[in-house]
């Protein structure tokens, strides 16, 4: 503990720099209008800036009628296909899914059964982590956040690769495999880390069967008694398709597209994506979301009182209740207006799952803020924009519902968008070819250097 005076000057200095800082660094929200700058990447209507050509996805929100956006109900297609006609295919085959789908994402057609079945038998080779890995990556230097250590452990797989530079686009393929087959095994033993060393709880290391899909190789090592049904591990299969691929702009396949358009290293280019998916705008809400929720549930006497729900939501969006940034976690997209597709599936699979579990109050309260969301942005930001539920809304309720704990909720995220960033990777070196390089503009202006005894405060 450092002595408290100490602290005090700390403290103080700290808050000085602060308002050096501030005093130096103010950029008026007009100029950005007056350059002609997209705040955000974002044109003045909302839509995004074209940044780049894909054949991997495509995320429908919105029609242009006349130059103007008009609202519409949210599509999502991956290679062409919409993503509810790959969701019921396989359901109505009664199979798991995620590694068609990384298949699908990454080579771009649908995969045979042959080629499906070396796929999963290549994936299963890879799951298990170098030698030490474990021991020197994971254990040491414990996380009390899963995605710090995902991105760390990745960074460090570089060590254990021997052609970690070779950006061909057979290494890139070899190492792509490699990270979608590892990262739940990742995932889970940083879990159990984290478990033991911060929350003082055992840790249990299973072995990995391999016959297993990775939705069930995710519950065999979280369970203590490795126990889990075929119902649960489809449906954790479910979720990870959904969130295996979002298009080229979303915030960390823009991050894994940026890096890999310099040419470096695979690893330095997803450790970057989880960098981003962990931010709270991004993959972080689906946790904000329960704490959000839970945060609701506390203040809110009664919970089917549409008048007290909304009053709650009010106190949200003007910064007065929950973490104070103002935003409805779960709720806008920059794309989907109506509806976002995920959020549709994810909502009726809450929706059965809270019936079985005796949650259906919790649902129902959830379902609430889905529909005063929208009315309480339009009256308290005076904003049009339609917004509608996303894919974080329901998604923690869904793992709150399969026993799974929250920390592992972005988490989940990350290794399922693991398929969509390798194939965004690959298509960036393969059919790009330029560092991405914008501009700012600069509005400094040119001044005489000052020598150090003539300054003055
Ligand atoms: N709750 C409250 N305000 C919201 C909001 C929400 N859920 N979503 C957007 N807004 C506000 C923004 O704060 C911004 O207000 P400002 O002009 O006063 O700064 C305005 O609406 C426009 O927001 P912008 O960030 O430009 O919209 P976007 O379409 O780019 O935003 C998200 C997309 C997802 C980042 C945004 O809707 C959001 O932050 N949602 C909550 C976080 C979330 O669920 N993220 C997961 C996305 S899958």
């Given at each position: 503990m450092e002595p408290r005076e100490a602290m005090e000057n700390k403290n103080a200095s700290l808050a000085d720099l602060c308002a050096e800082f501030r005093a130096n660094n103010q950029i008026p929200a007009e100029k950005f209008d007056l350059y002609n700058v997209k705040r955000?990447?974002?044109?003045?209507?909302g839509t995004g800036v074209m940044a780049g050509l894909t054949l991997i996805c495509n995320v429908h929100g919105y029609l242009i009628d006349d130059g103007e956006r008009v609202p519409d109900e949210g599509r999502l297609t991956y290679r062409g296909i919409d993503v509810r006609d790959i969701v019921e295919g396989c359901q109505r085959e009664n199979r798991f899914g995620y590694e068609e789908v990384a298949w699908l994402l990454l080579f771009g057609k649908q995969p045979t059964r042959r080629q499906l079945d070396r796929f999963c038998s290549v994936l299963n080779a890879y799951r298990e982590l170098p030698e030490y890995f474990a021991e020197d990556?994971?254990?040491?230097?414990?996380?009390?956040?899963i995605m710090n250590k995902l991105a760390r452990s990745v960074l460090a797989l570089y060590s254990y690769?021997?052609?970690?530079?070779?950006?061909?686009l057979e290494n890139n393929m070899r190492q792509s495999m490699q990270l979608i087959a590892r990262l739940p095994t990742i995932m889970t033993y940083a879990y159990q880390v984290k478990r033991r060393h911060f929350d003082k709880e055992s840790m249990f290391f299973h072995p990995i069967d391999p016959s297993h899909s990775i939705a069930e190789s995710i519950l065999n090592a979280i369970r203590p008694d490795r126990q889990f049904t075929d119902d649960e591990a489809k449906l954790l299969d479910l979720c990870m398709m959904l969130h295996a691929e979002h298009g080229g702009g979303n915030n960390s396949t823009f991050a894994a597209r940026v890096l890999s358009s310099t040419g470096t290293d695979i690893y330095s280019a997803i450790a970057a994506a989880i960098g981003s998916l962990k931010g709270p705008r991004h993959g972080g809400a689906n946790h904000r979301v329960m704490t959000m929720m839970g945060d609701l549930m506390d203040h809110v006497?009664?919970?089917?009182?549409e008048g007290k729900v909304k009053d709650y939501l009010v106190k949200i969006v003007r910064r007065e209740?929950?973490?104070?940034?103002g935003l409805i976690y779960g709720m806008g997209h920059a794309v989907y207006t109506i509806s976002d597709p995920r959020a549709v599936i994810l909502k009726e699979k809450a929706r059965s799952m809270a019936q079985q579990r005796g949650l259906l109050r919790q649902f129902e309260l959830f379902e609430r803020v889905e529909r005063l969301a929208p009315q309480v942005f339009a009256e308290v930001k005076g904003d049009s924009k339609v917004i509608s539920a996303n894919v974080d809304f329901y998604s923690g309720l869904v793992y709150e519902c399969l026993g799974i704990?929250?920390?592992l909720y972005t988490p989940l995220f990350a290794i399922s968008r693991i398929a969509g960033w390798c194939a965004h990777r690959i298509e960036e070196m393969e059919t790009c070819g330029r560092i991405m390089r914008p501009a700012y503009r600069s509005l400094s202006h040119l001044r005489p250097y000052i020598p150090l005894d003539e300054r003055t405060e």
């Open positions: 955000g990447l974002r044109n003045p209507d990556m994971i254990v040491k230097a414990p996380s009390r956040n690769d021997d052609n970690p530079d070779d950006t061909s006497d009664n919970w089917e009182d209740a929950g973490d104070h940034s704990p929250s920390d």
